[in-house]
């Protein structure tokens, strides 16, 4: 698989995970120590918007970073088994079942035995959310969040199958046609359309009914309250009065169009504002986390740890 396209073939782990940063372009950190007796195989080809890689390595793997915040990942077992977890979900990849991550996701990837074969698939979020606009005929109201298993036997999913497989041997061919970059993105779209298509996520019941992803009102003029006061003290109930409704009919609205309660959407969203100002050095991490609300900075760290894979202090660091 891939043959045509090897990116690393070494028994040094340390030239193999320097390899996957450089296909992902996403920090990838090893969970627990590489074993030193094994070769660490990785081959595929990487686009600004999308990356298809294959890798054969055995290695746990933490993936966090800059590119897995505004990119999705679907991740393939060729051969073997890959426990996959997120956010607390967990899924054991087959071949028969694969896992597809949301950008912002501290993905965790640990092969069942040394042989595992996988493919690991990276698209960029602007680019799911361009098919979606034109199979929806407006832009999605939200960003796109998807359940984490992914299955590959049902009879709903047999042409996701098939189009995986066909992009896979197209590139196989040698034929000079599949390398011209026009002709693999019109074979990335057509994956990532199927993807829509057929795996389920919160704009998937508006795509079977062909309608758009309005927001209700109540939810808008709940996220017009969060916007005007991100940095002040917030509550469930203060979100339920800006909108208008009770907080579990905003809560299930959350839900639906975000994939998360409406505690955890203010929460990321001042996590967001965090990291850009940590990252433009725009004060100390205990000045710009009260800067955006947050009053205990234990449980602040945490949070912040466990969303993108470091200490705030880390990022700060890099300023």
């Not at 009260?290 to 300023?319: K, M, Q």
């Amino acid at each position: 698989m891939l043959t045509r396209y090897t990116v690393a073939s070494s028994a040094n782990a340390t030239d193999f995970l320097h390899a996957l940063h450089h296909m992902y372009t996403t920090e990838i950190r090893p969970i627990g120590r590489p074993p030193a007796d094994r070769e660490y195989v990785l081959r595929g080809i990487n686009a600004a918007d999308y990356s298809i890689g294959y890798i054969r390595s055995g290695l746990g793997v933490e993936i966090a970073g800059p590119e897995a915040e505004r990119s999705y990942f679907v991740d393939f077992v060729v051969s073997g088994l890959l426990n996959a977890e997120r956010r607390g979900e967990h899924t054991v990849n087959t071949s028969a079942r694969a896992a597809v991550f949301n950008p912002g996701d501290r993905q965790r990837l640990l092969p069942a035995r040394p042989d595992t074969e996988t493919l690991g698939i990276r698209l960029d979020r602007a680019l799911v959310e361009t098919e979606l606009t034109a199979l929806l005929g407006r832009e999605p109201d939200g960003p796109t969040v998807f359940d984490l298993a992914l299955d590959l036997m049902g009879a709903d999913h047999a042409g996701l199958r098939i189009v995986v497989g066909s992009l896979i041997d197209q590139l196989d061919t040698g034929a000079k046609i599949f390398d011209h970059p026009a002709v693999r993105q019109a074979h990335v779209r057509s994956f990532v359309i199927s993807l829509l298509l057929t795996h389920r996520h919160n704009f998937s019941d508006l795509l079977l009914e062909g309608h758009s992803p309005l927001r209700p009102r109540p939810l808008r003029r709940a996220l017009d309250f969060i916007d005007q006061s991100l940095g002040d003290p917030i509550t469930l109930s203060d979100l339920a009065q800006a909108g208008n409704s009770s907080a579990r009919t905003l809560s299930d609205a959350f839900r639906e169009h975000f994939g998360c309660s409406p505690m955890a959407f203010l929460r990321d969203r001042r996590l967001e504002r965090v990291r850009a100002d940590l990252l433009a050095g725009s004060g100390s991490v205990s000045t710009v986390a009260h800067r955006w609300g947050f009053t205990h900075l234990g449980r602040f760290a945490a949070a912040y740890r466990h969303r993108y894979g470091e200490l705030p202090s880390a990022t700060a660091a890099r300023a």
